[in-house]
């Protein structure tokens, strides 16, 4: 990336408040003593998934419900708000930021949920991409650890923990690949 590009990854926007007095202490505070940006990176993206409460039922419909600032002041947003905010944390300590959005079908989502949204499909899911190391890096701090847990205690009582494991073991040594390939299994008709 150029620094003519770089720069405006780095600079605030309405949104991505990066020079807001709280947005700035609040990134000094996570990144602490830190050097290395992608350490950096990880602290200011473990501080708003944890810090800052998932919740798909917060308001959304005016342009402040986005703004960084106001995201960490309320501290409980969803995807696009926290994705916000994790960009303007980056920029304010010197990592180039920026949003993005994909259209996602959401399979940690609650009955209720899906009944309120009237479907799984979760548009415009929001994500940072933190320039990183010489290149973009996805992350997406929407659901917070304890949520994690939870749905993953769910999947364990679900598919029973001997089979969680068993995937984890799989993924992790296979350096997140699993060998399958889901667009070419056959279609299951009950």
């Not at 949204?117 to 917070?144: I, Q, R």
Request: aromatic share 12%; proline share 5%.
């Amino acid at each position: 990336m150029s620094d003519q590009n770089s720069d405006m990854y780095l600079r605030p926007t309405a949104i991505m408040d990066s020079d807001h007095p709280a947005v700035q202490a609040y990134a000094r505070e996570m990144v602490g003593d830190a050097a290395d940006p992608v350490e950096r990176a990880v602290r200011l993206y473990l501080a708003v998934r944890d810090d800052i409460r998932y919740d798909p039922y917060a308001p959304f419909y005016l342009p402040e419900h986005y703004q960084a600032s106001k995201v960490l002041e309320g501290r409980r947003s969803f995807c696009i708000p926290k994705a916000a905010l994790l960009c303007a944390l980056g920029r304010a300590v010197g990592i180039p930021a920026r949003i993005g959005f994909a259209d996602v079908r959401n399979h940690l989502a609650t009955r209720q949920l899906l009944d309120y949204l009237g479907s799984n499909l979760f548009v415009y899911h929001g994500y940072a991409d933190l320039f990183l190391e010489g290149k973009w890096v996805k992350a997406t701090p929407a659901f917070n650890r304890e949520l994690c847990e939870r749905h993953l205690a769910a999947w364990k009582r679900a598919y029973g923990e001997a089979r969680i494991e068993g995937w984890i073991k799989r993924l992790a040594e296979g350096g997140m690949e699993t060998g399958r390939d889901f667009a070419r299994e056959e279609v299951y008709r009950s």
